[in-house]
């Protein structure tokens, strides 16, 4: 995903160079060339965050992973973090 995020962000920045440039002279190019670079551009950012998702995608696993573990020391250790006895608690008077 990488990949593809960095050569449509390269080819949204040439075609909006292209047509930043060529305005003055032919407008029907730089309109073509825009177009070409918000394509890209879009393009760019879809792929972006397919990326995103797919990293968050390969994360929640080791998440997961590192919940149970603790739920299992916390059972297994005896200290449900929880107190029954409330032997510091002082009486009010």
Do not use: C, Q
Not at 2 to 19: K, N, P, Q, R
């Amino acid at each position: 995903m990488f990949e593809a995020t960095l050569t449509l962000t390269v080819i949204a920045a040439l075609g909006g160079g292209v047509a930043y440039a060529s305005w003055p002279k032919n407008k029907g190019l730089a309109a073509v060339f825009a177009v070409i670079g918000v394509l890209a551009a879009a393009g760019a950012v879809l792929t972006a965050f397919l990326g995103a998702v797919v990293l968050v995608l390969k994360i929640i696993p080791v998440l997961v992973l590192a919940g149970v573990i603790w739920v299992a020391w916390k059972i297994f250790s005896g200290g449900s973090g929880t107190r029954t006895d409330h032997a510091d608690v002082r009486p009010t008077r």
